[in-house]
């Protein structure tokens, strides 16, 4: 593999395939600089990331339009805001006056409206280069890594305004605190770069001069490459492990796309990394030999940002964290070592960004957090079993949310267990980590795995939830052949005091309503 080389602000990074570029779907790589853009449309907007950069252009004042295979959750709010939005692909979306097209990894070669874009003239490019040209002018911090991306950058965004900042935003998820997955905050001009308001064709916003207008907290994601649009000043690396390989090919080009990720950051900016994380640590040491400022937090002794002490519960936790010159004591409101670290990641990230912040302001506006959609989320109680959604796909996420769920019931102490029904994301995922799925599943009481959810994949007959329980040993972790074959067996098995873990970045919380409602019926007297 030939060096990496990277120049702030550029996309054209030489790191074998760390940039997406799927099929010729894309036509330039970054936010158009020769024209005027008023109208954006967005393919598959109806995703997490994919709405984020709606919700943007349209508070930047830009029209926007889009289309989605189906509803979802976050369609309706757009349409609300003023969206045109059709389900189903059509080239017939594509009003006349679009100026931009934005796409995903998701988006297909074939897609009607990528290829009437294409036949028009209209500039396609990725959803990050989009973020990065909505956003141009402000003060990046951008959380990366492998796990925690989200809820880091919520806790940023929500300890920045706690200490009274009100920074622009754009997470993979909503995020009940803030009211939604995207915003442009407190900025003093909300004009995108290139329209009609904005200082002129291709440049950045003339600043903002609400309080933290300046700065943005946004979710970099590593899974194709696209991170590699943003220039950040502060960039949070909570972990660096195996991932989307299906993309990356090895896991020497991944870290590849994270090392030239790091050459991004802008001068006087900093790399916040876990030291707890031996990827995350490495990355940092490679940093700090080019130069590159860099910070360290965690529970390890020499971390900058060091948890000296934690008490955990079913609501949450009480940590102590030491610095060089300070020590500060924090409640959290989400549970778990993880939320720990992402906590005392998302602090050091906006100490750095706003280093005259009041650090009591920051901690105050960190406990107000409350998690983030499908992050440890309760659904409710059933039959007296609790039941929890969580978006954990990745082994050490399932890890550790089952660790979170064992010291939920372990304080309450009602003798009840952790049950888990996994939905698996990806054939490829699934072939690559069936054994450490089977590992983690295995430290629940019981374990159910259901079929594989494809998402951007082809289907792979060879493939599905007997690869991962066919390393189980024992039948605690067991294959179910149908979805809905899980409300029937959870019934089966599930007593009072139990906890039940409902996993997966698919649509596996689809059947919660209809498990809760199984839990919920009256059982037959024997």
Not at 3 to 19: L, N, Q, T, Y
Not at 170 to 199: E, I, K, Q, W
Not at 352 to 366: K, S
Request: aromatic fraction near 4%; hydrophobic fraction near 45%.
């Amino acid at each position: 593999m030939s060096p990496v080389e990277a120049r702030p602000g550029h996309w054209d990074h030489p790191a074998p395939r760390s940039i997406l570029r799927p099929g010729d779907v894309i036509t330039q790589p970054s936010w158009p600089a020769d024209r005027a853009v008023r109208s954006l449309h967005v393919v598959r907007i109806g995703g997490a990331g994919m709405s984020a950069v709606g919700r943007l252009a349209l508070e930047a004042g830009l029209q926007v339009s889009g289309s989605d295979s189906q509803d979802g959750q976050f369609i309706g709010p757009l349409r609300e805001a003023g969206a045109r939005i059709g389900i189903g692909f059509d080239a017939a979306l594509l009003a006349e006056d679009v100026d931009v097209v934005v796409v995903s990894t998701a988006v297909r070669p074939d897609n009607p409206e990528v290829l009437a874009a294409h036949e028009r003239g209209i500039p396609v490019i990725h959803r990050a280069a989009a973020l990065a040209g909505l956003l141009a002018g402000r003060e990046l911090v951008a959380v990366a890594g492998t796990h925690g991306k989200t809820s880091t950058t919520g806790m940023a965004v929500m300890a920045l305004r706690g200490a009274g900042q009100d920074p622009a935003w754009a997470l993979g998820a909503a995020v009940p605190d803030l009211g939604r997955n995207a915003g442009f905050g407190g900025t003093g001009d909300h004009s995108a770069p290139g329209s009609d308001s904005a200082p002129g064709a291709g440049s950045a916003p003339d600043g903002a001069t609400g309080p933290g207008g300046g700065i943005a907290v946004i979710e970099a994601d590593e899974s194709d490459g696209s991170f590699l649009a943003f220039s950040p000043r502060s960039l949070v690396v909570t972990n660096l492990e195996p991932d989307h390989l299906d993309f990356h090919g090895d896991e020497q080009t991944l870290t590849a796309a994270f090392d030239a990720l790091t050459m991004q950051i802008v001068p006087g900016g900093s790399l916040i990394v876990c030291a707890d994380d031996p990827g995350a640590r490495a990355l940092g040491e490679r940093a700090a030999a080019r130069g590159v400022p860099v910070t360290t937090y965690g529970s390890d002794p020499g971390a900058d940002w060091r948890v000296l002490s934690e008490r955990g519960g079913a609501a949450g936790a009480e940590i102590e964290i030491g610095t060089s010159a300070d020590r500060y004591t924090c409640e959290l409101s989400v549970a778990g070592h993880h939320n720990v670290l992402n906590a005392v990641g998302a602090l050091a990230a906006v100490s750095a960004a706003v280093p005259d912040a009041d650090v009591g302001a920051l901690l105050g506006g960190l406990a107000t957090f409350t998690g983030a959609s499908r992050r440890f989320d309760v659904a409710g109680l059933a039959g007296g079993v609790t039941v929890v959604d969580d978006y954990a796909h990745h082994p050490r996420e399932v890890a550790a949310t089952i660790e979170a769920a064992r010291g939920i019931v372990e304080t309450q102490q009602r003798g009840g267990r952790v049950l888990v029904a996994f939905q698996p994301h990806l054939f490829s995922r699934t072939r690559d980590f069936a054994a450490d799925f089977a590992a983690v599943l295995g430290g629940a009481d019981r374990s159910w795995v259901l079929p594989v959810y494809a998402a951007r994949e082809d289907p792979d007959p060879g493939i599905d939830a007997r690869t991962i329980t066919a390393h189980a040993p024992g039948a605690s972790v067991q294959p179910l052949t149908a979805s809905d074959q899980l409300p029937a067996t959870v019934r089966e098995v599930a007593r009072p005091g139990d906890l039940l873990l409902m996993l997966g970045a698919g649509d596996v919380v689809e059947l919660t309503p209809a498990v809760m409602a199984a839990l919920d019926s009256p059982r037959e007297e024997t």
